[in-house]
């Protein structure tokens, strides 16, 4: 019965803390989201973008050459969201720290937003320094299940 307890306080604690994807996991993810092939960027770019913006950890957060930035998506506190202490156009209308849970929702509808902006795909420094190459979507073979 103790056992029992710990095990269930274990994945209580599991759940409530966020969580670092794996790049299938995320594959299933991106693609329920319905982001495979968003402006014509393939869920292969996508995962590009997030493994180089956050490392696939929901938690990502980063102070960097003046912007804060959130989440999986590597969101501009400056731009995108709001922290409440910078001053933010928050394009998204949201709070940045909606971007730090395990809930990937609304970090996919503000990347859809900056993927539809002006800049693109572009609006993201490090997609055009790593992810703009030419690359076989071949995620879809990596990750298939049996
Ligand atoms: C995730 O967040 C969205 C709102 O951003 C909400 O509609 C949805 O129910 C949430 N999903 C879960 C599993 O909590």
């Not at 490392?55 to 959130?70: A, L, N, Q």
């Not at 990347?111 to 490090?126: D, F, L, P």
Request: with cysteine; proline share 3%.
């Amino acid at each position: 019965m103790k056992a029992l307890v710990v095990v269930f306080f274990y994945f209580l604690m599991e759940a409530d803390e966020t969580r670092k994807y794996s790049k299938c996991e995320l594959y299933e993810e991106l693609t329920k989201h319905g982001l495979d092939g968003y402006t014509g960027i393939g869920v292969g770019h996508w995962i590009c973008l997030i493994l180089f913006g956050s490392g696939y950890d929901t938690e990502y957060y980063k102070f960097s050459d003046g912007h804060p930035y959130y989440g999986l998506f590597h969101l501009s506190g400056l731009k995108w969201c709001s922290n409440g202490r910078h001053p933010s156009e928050n394009l998204c209308k949201i709070d940045c720290d909606n971007f730090l849970d395990d809930n990937i929702s609304d970090d996919v509808e503000c990347a859809k937003k900056v993927a539809a902006s002006k800049g693109g795909m572009m609006s993201w420094k490090h997609f055009g320094e790593y992810c703009t190459h030419p690359m076989p979507e071949i995620v879809f073979w990596e990750c298939k299940t049996e």
